[in-house]
């Protein structure tokens, strides 16, 4: 008897069997990656609420002696109305603003420039050379960083009076490249060490001097530490108010931030704040502009250390 004979009810009917498992029922794609947005902003959100309180601690005094700048002020040239009064008294000041924004800029380039290669080859002997006493002289070099600022000026207002550069600009950038040097130097030789010797001696071996090799391949290779260092010489340099108040004499030789004290107590011991928060800003200004537009290669330069090959 064929099966097609038999009758429709009795013929064997084969149903997949239900498969049933313990746990839950795995949430929908849609809802699961809800989860993880929520997740992740709920781990963020501490880190944010840190970041944007000390963006609020840091920046808000910038922000407040920008506003007071060009705000009306009992006192100030600037009494009606919102205007540039302040920045105009202090464009007039004593030489003009401009007299002493020009010495900020010479004594500020000029200490990049002296720093930037001593510690280029300074860093450069202490990562590639061996010499008998290296470590000891490396040493020596960051010892000058457990010297109090303040206490060196003196003897080196003595050195400078006795080769002629007392009350010089160019006296205030040896003093000044003189204290960024241990740093400098340090940071330039952890970004040498970053470099695989490989590359030097490649260079040389097809033909370079070992000068040619250092201007050709190694130079580009701590480019970004370069340009920290560069960057921190001119912030100290700019900022600087010490060093011009002891080694300078000359009111036309002042440096901005000098001449901003002397504006606060211009008039009779009468402070003119308009004025003074104009000069805060002139003087931030350059500051805040270099720290963006090279933000990248800072970071680059303090981290070219921390992995090496």
Request: proline fraction near 6%; glycine fraction near 10%; aromatic fraction near 10%.
């Amino acid at each position: 008897m064929s099966v097609q004979s038999l009758p429709r009810s009795s013929r064997s009917t084969t149903a997949a069997p239900a498969t049933t498992t313990g746990g839950p029922a795995p949430l929908p794609p849609r809802r699961r990656r809800q989860g993880s947005r929520i997740g992740g902003i709920a781990l963020r959100t501490p880190f944010w609420v840190l970041s944007g309180g000390l963006a609020i601690v840091f920046l808000y005094p910038l922000i407040w002696a920008g506003v007071s700048s060009f705000a009306p002020l009992a006192g100030t040239n600037q009494t009606d109305g919102w205007g540039i009064g302040n920045y105009i008294t202090l464009a007039n000041y004593q030489a003009g603003i401009w007299t002493y924004i020009g010495n900020s800029l010479f004594v500020s380039l000029l200490t990049v420039v002296l720093t930037l290669v001593t510690s280029l080859l300074g860093g450069y002997a202490f990562a590639r050379f061996r010499f008998p006493g290296k470590n000891v002289l490396f040493l020596a070099t960051l010892a000058i960083l457990m010297v109090p600022y303040a206490s060196l000026l003196i003897p080196l207002y003595v050195l400078l009076n006795m080769i002629g550069l007392s009350n010089s600009l160019v006296g205030v950038s040896l003093v000044l490249t003189m204290l960024q040097l241990p740093f400098s130097t340090f940071l330039m030789r952890v970004s040498f060490e970053a470099v695989p010797k490989e590359l030097d001696e490649a260079a040389m071996v097809d033909g370079c001097s070992r000068f040619s090799a250092l201007w050709r391949v190694l130079i580009p290779a701590v480019k970004p530490g370069m340009i920290t260092v560069g960057l921190f010489a001119f912030l100290a340099a700019w900022n600087d108010f010490l060093a011009p108040l002891i080694l300078i004499n000359d009111s036309d030789k002042m440096t901005l931030p000098l001449a901003i004290s002397n504006l606060r107590g211009q008039v009779q011991g009468v402070v003119d704040y308009g004025a003074t928060e104009a000069g805060v800003v002139v003087l931030a200004l350059p500051c805040v502009v270099l720290f963006l537009v090279l933000q990248r290669h800072y970071v680059r330069g303090f981290l070219s250390g921390a992995f090496k090959g």
